[in-house]
């Protein structure tokens, strides 16, 4: 204070009434950094850790320009930002989705029948992929996903009824050895429910791509049944007759889904694969596809293949479901 009791060196003392970030017109940017500080999600995107001081240059002219108009350039700066933090606070809150969808499969493979039970006679059925395409008779499909934050879990249900009139018995195994009948004409038909269930965590998320880890189980409960005639020596087999069989199969699943932006419109590129073991000696999943983006959720065409090697002694030997799907996707 007596520096400034010197009149001479000091003839005017300027007084300032706290208002400097006001007179300059920062103070709008000021407010704005400190409220995005507070978020612990928001600051992690600023790296105000590291922020010490903030420097304001001398001698810019501010042309003239109104507090509104410094507002909202600062806004129009931090933009990219403050989207960023308001990704993070959506993922933080549930998001639920329900896809019914189609799934024009054809089911191809060979499976393997023992007739009559007990005997030692195995029936080796070759289907066609065409078999199952035109004799659909009842199908139901859909999946839903519930996320928050990055964990979320799934489920995907899909319940199938179809039979085929033209499958091929390729050979009949049996005490006596090996045959080959002539097939006058045999039938098979399949029914089950695939059921899958499991969890997934998120390891990417960025405007244009996400991919999320998953890991679970998948279920298939099956009914198989086989009518034939045969022509020609079969063994100690009938001639003619029928049987069914029922197989349960639960395997462990892991993999990855995620979607693909294309550009800055509402096109991306869905995508799934996981591959598991269990009942199964392998079962694996794929899908890829193309979909858009609308306010109410999206609309995928995809091609999606599943299939099961379960092995020479097993009901479903190698089968695989195949196709393309349409789905629609409710977001809430």
Not at 27 to 44: F, I, P, V
Not at 74 to 103: I, N
Not at 123 to 138: A, M, Q, T
Request: aromatic letters at 10%; charged letters at 20%; proline letters at 3%.
């Amino acid at each position: 204070m007596q520096n400034f009791q010197n009149s001479k060196e000091h003839p005017y003392i300027q007084l300032v009434d706290g208002g400097i970030s006001d007179n300059i017109g920062v103070r709008a940017t000021l407010k704005l950094l400190a409220q995005l500080e507070a978020s612990l999600a928001n600051s992690k995107h600023l790296s105000f850790g590291d922020t010490r001081r903030v420097i304001l240059k001398k001698g810019v002219h501010m042309g003239g320009l109104t507090r509104i108009q410094i507002i909202a350039s600062t806004c129009a700066l931090l933009a990219p930002l403050t989207h960023a933090c308001a990704s993070e606070t959506e993922l933080d809150a549930w998001q639920f989705s329900v896809t019914p969808y189609l799934w024009g499969a054809t089911v191809s493979g060979d499976s393997r029948f023992q007739v009559p039970r007990g005997s030692g006679n195995r029936v080796e059925v070759k289907s066609r992929p065409s078999d199952y395409l035109s004799s659909l008779d009842f199908a139901m499909m859909f999946s839903a996903e519930a996320r928050k934050s990055r964990w979320g879990v799934l489920t995907d249900i899909v319940y199938l009824d179809i039979s085929a009139g033209d499958s091929k018995v390729k050979s009949i195994n049996g005490p006596q050895g090996r045959s080959v009948p002539i097939d006058t004409g045999t039938k098979t038909e399949l029914s089950g429910v695939i059921w899958q269930l499991g969890g997934f965590y998120n390891v990417i998320n960025t405007p244009n791509a996400s991919m999320d880890v998953l890991g679970g189980f998948r279920y298939f409960k099956v009914k198989a049944s086989l009518d034939w005639q045969f022509s020609g020596p079969s063994g100690q087999l009938s001639r003619s007759g029928s049987r069914t069989q029922k197989e349960d199969l639960i395997d462990g699943i892991v993999g990855v889904k995620g979607r693909y932006r294309l550009g800055e419109g509402n096109w991306f590129i869905p995508y799934y694969l996981d591959v598991g073991a269990g009942s199964s000696s392998l079962t694996w999943q794929a899908l890829v596809g193309l979909g858009y983006t609308m306010g109410w959720g999206d609309v995928e065409l995809s091609y999606r293949h599943l299939y099961y090697d379960q092995g020479s002694n097993k009901l479903m030997q190698k089968f695989s479901f195949s196709g393309p799907t349409l789905s629609a996707t409710f977001r809430f």
